[in-house]
Nanobody
Framework: QVQLVESGGGLVQAGGSLRLSCAAS???????MAWFRQAPGKGREFVAD????????YYADSVKGRFTISRDNAKNTVNLQMNNLKPEDTAVYYC????????????WGQGTQVTVSS
């Protein structure tokens, strides 16, 4: 059974930092992995993703320069380091994985809440 389990969310003041982790089990993900988020009353939006090798990363403009995505293939994990957090970063953050490089994100975690107070 394929599972993605996020951890590391919480409450932080504006300007603070959090590190999210996603542990994958049930299969080896040899393709893109990503983080998405969904704020209250809004749709799910892309945050960042990373290729299997880690050599290519992509970020939403809203987080570029503040967030860093990384992965450890030996541990089957993907991380999101979030610095200089803003109240507008408040959302449920989801880990996702593709089955192949040309596919869509088909595997999803349950999400972890990040709340940034002003």
């Amino acid at each position: 059974q394929v599972q993605l389990v996020e951890s590391g969310g919480g409450l932080v003041q504006a300007g603070g930092s959090l590190r999210l982790s996603c542990a994958a089990s049930g299969r080896t993900f040899s393709s893109y992995m990503a983080w998405f988020r969904q704020a209250p009353g809004k749709g799910r939006e892309f945050v960042a993703d990373i290729t299997w090798s880690g050599s290519n990363t992509y970020y939403a403009d809203s987080v570029k320069g503040r967030f860093t995505i990384s992965r450890d293939n030996a541990k089957n994990t993907v991380n999101l380091q979030m610095n200089n957090l803003k109240p507008e970063d408040t959302a449920v953050y989801y880990c996702a994985a593709r089955a192949s490089d040309f596919g869509i994100y088909v595997y999803w975690g349950q999400g972890t809440q990040v709340t940034v107070s002003s």
